[in-house]
């Protein structure tokens, strides 16, 4: 975890919109955004879009899902 998200961590699982656009920005200017994506799709590998939670590597659960049916297509 980067100390940009370890201040909040509630923030990053959110269900508020804005909360999560907050965190999405904060991902983006993280250097370990593009480690802390693929940490977090190795971690989810063969779980459904209901399985997976939180803001990680600047994307949400369904913008992760969705990468990886389109990585697997």
């Known amino acids: 975890m980067s100390p940009l ?4 961590p509630e923030l990053w699982y959110s269900d ?3 909360d999560k656009e907050i ?3 904060t991902c983006r200017t993280c250097p ?3 480690t802390c994506l693929a940490e977090t799709l190795t971690r989810e590998a ?3 879009k209901f ?3 939180g803001i990680a590597g600047g994307l949400t659960p369904l913008q992760r899902f969705r990468r990886v049916k389109r990585a697997a297509a």
């Open 5 to 8: 998200c370890e201040d909040e």
């Open 16 to 18: 508020d919109p804005h």
């Open 23 to 25: 965190a999405i920005a």
């Open 32 to 34: 370990l955004m593009d």
């Open 46 to 48: 063969g779980k459904g």
């Open 51 to 53: 399985y997976r939670f």
